[in-house]
Every structure is written in C-alpha cells, then in structure tokens.
C-alpha cells in the first residue's frame, strides 16, 4: 500500500530582488517560520549558482554576489496546498514580470 501524498501542506510564494531585478518563486514551508524556511530556499539557489554552470538568469546574477546574506528576499503569500501555490505563483509571475524569472511554463 502506497502512502497518499499530502496536499495540505503551506507554500510560500517568495520573491528575491537583485540590483539587477526581481525572481519570484515557491517552495514549501519546511522551516519553523516562514523566513527560516524561504532563506533556506535561497541559501540553495546560491549554493546551485556556485557550483553549477547554470545559464540561467538568477544563477548568473547570484554569481556576482560573495555571501548569501547578499540575497534580499522576502515572502509574498502563503498558500495552502501545492497546486494552489504554483498556480497562485503563475499569476504573481504574470502581474509583476519579474526579470530573472527564466521558467515562464503557464504564463
């Protein structure tokens, strides 16, 4: 027997904001607070940034920066439910056209 997969968990819709523009992206709230959970998110971006040769435009501007604490992030909505929160973060994608958003699946 397989175990059924959650759809009540909290997402986070967060948005991280560079000299060079904006991204805006979702991950699950898997942290305590929602800030612990949304500057371990960006903790991986920077992480991936550094040590893959990613061409995409979030990776390339983390590139430029020395530390992670860099980074200036901060969430935007709190969604319950992982359907509801890409398809919430879609919509944000859409109205705010954030630049180093490179992924425009659904928009």
């Given at each position: 027997?397989?175990?059924k997969?959650?759809?009540d968990?909290?997402h986070i819709?967060?948005?991280?904001r560079t000299?060079q523009?904006?991204y805006?992206g979702v991950t699950?709230?898997?942290?305590s607070?929602v800030?612990k959970?949304?500057?371990s998110?960006?903790?991986?971006?920077?992480?991936?940034?550094?040590t893959?040769?990613k061409?995409?435009?979030l990776?390339?501007?983390l590139r430029?920066?020395?530390?992670?604490?860099e980074?200036?992030?901060?969430?935007?909505?709190?969604v319950?439910g992982?359907?509801a929160?890409?398809?919430?973060?879609?919509?944000?994608r859409r109205?705010l056209?954030?630049?180093?958003?490179?992924?425009t699946?659904?928009d």
């Amino acid at each position: 027997m397989t175990r059924k997969k959650r759809e009540d968990r909290n997402h986070i819709i967060y948005e991280i904001r560079t000299a060079q523009g904006s991204y805006i992206g979702v991950t699950a709230k898997t942290e305590s607070t929602v800030l612990k959970s949304i500057r371990s998110r960006a903790a991986k971006h920077f992480y991936r940034a550094k040590t893959e040769s990613k061409n995409w435009l979030l990776c390339q501007v983390l590139r430029s920066y020395n530390s992670k604490d860099e980074i200036d992030i901060r969430p935007l909505e709190l969604v319950r439910g992982k359907a509801a929160a890409h398809k919430r973060e879609v919509e944000l994608r859409r109205e705010l056209r954030p630049a180093l958003n490179t992924d425009t699946r659904g928009d």
